[in-house]
């Protein structure tokens, strides 16, 4: 059976018979081929742009260099660093080739992320003559990619977040108060830190039930959220405690931060499933960290300031 040959077949037949999307250039930045799948992609015929300098059109709305006009130019770190930041690396398989991924917002009715590579074209004599720029549609690929990595942030946020009170959880708070000691000792910063607990809570769960008890922890941890600077951040500590951190914050003004709390939730009217009207009030502790204080030690240090003001009768802000 004999074979038959190819030596016949251009440039243009073998662009043509491909199903990605690709152009080629000359040294003096004119379009050589225009094959039919960026026709379609484009909107563009070959008859409109082969032997002009339109390469940019179907991706942007005024000129600029296309990836394959840069390797026309010598591939100049700091022109790929203009027009694709970050968003280009070499080519594991071609040499000399440069790939990248970008968002177009000009292409179609909201946009494409393309994928695209362009290669260098040379002679018989290792000179170079051109360039050829082939692109892929990722579009479809990105979106699944972000709807990922939205989950994954969502989902470490439920694993750091109460549900009932929106307040970041224990597991979280030994972190960031971590964090933020290492962060106070490194730029000498005031940290101070606030340990709340309502009083009497286990009475208003029996006297009451406990979706009663869920309410006044719902609107407690909407208060703190409240009163929160930008950055603070508030813990559910365990059933009825919690926690602020405050950084750059000196004891005096976060003890009178968590006074202004306190007196506010004890103006708060809540009702029982009967009508009943309720007060309920809290017991706070504010501690300050010195340079040698670890978390165990300034925790420590706020829940004997807590436990002071239950001694002291409740209802009370101690350091």
Known sequence: MSKKKLDGIGVKDLLDNIP?????????????????????????????????????????KSKRPTMADLIVDGVQTPDLDQFYAA?????????????????????????EWLSFTASPIKDANDDLIGAIETLVVITDRKKAEFELTEREKRYREL?????????YNSRHFYNELGTELERSRRYKQPLSLCMLDLDFFKRLNDNFGHPFGD????????????????????YRYGGEEFAIIMPQVELQDAFTAVERLRLELSEVVFRTATGQVV???????????????????????ADKAL???KRSGRNRTCY
């Open 279 to 301: 007060n309920v009030s809290l017991s706070a502790g504010v501690a300050y960290a010195e340079g040698s204080d670890s978390t165990g030690s300034l925790v420590s240090k």
């Open 159 to 167: 694993s750091q977040v109460d549900d009932l009170t929106q307040l």
């Open 20 to 60: 990605i999307p690709a152009f080629i250039i000359d040294n003096d930045h004119v379009i050589t081929h225009w094959n039919v799948s960026l026709e379609i992609a484009s909107g563009l015929s070959s008859r409109d742009v082969v032997g002009t300098q339109d390469q940019w059109r179907p991706f942007y």
């Open 87 to 111: 968003k280009y690396h070499p080519s594991d398989v071609l040499q000399g080739a440069i790939m990248a991924e970008d968002f177009f917002p000009d292409i179609g009715k909201g946009g």
């Open 307 to 309: 436990y002071k003001a």
């Open 215 to 234: 309410q006044v922890l719902r609107k407690l941890g909407f208060l703190i959220k409240l009163h929160l600077r930008s950055v603070d951040s508030a």
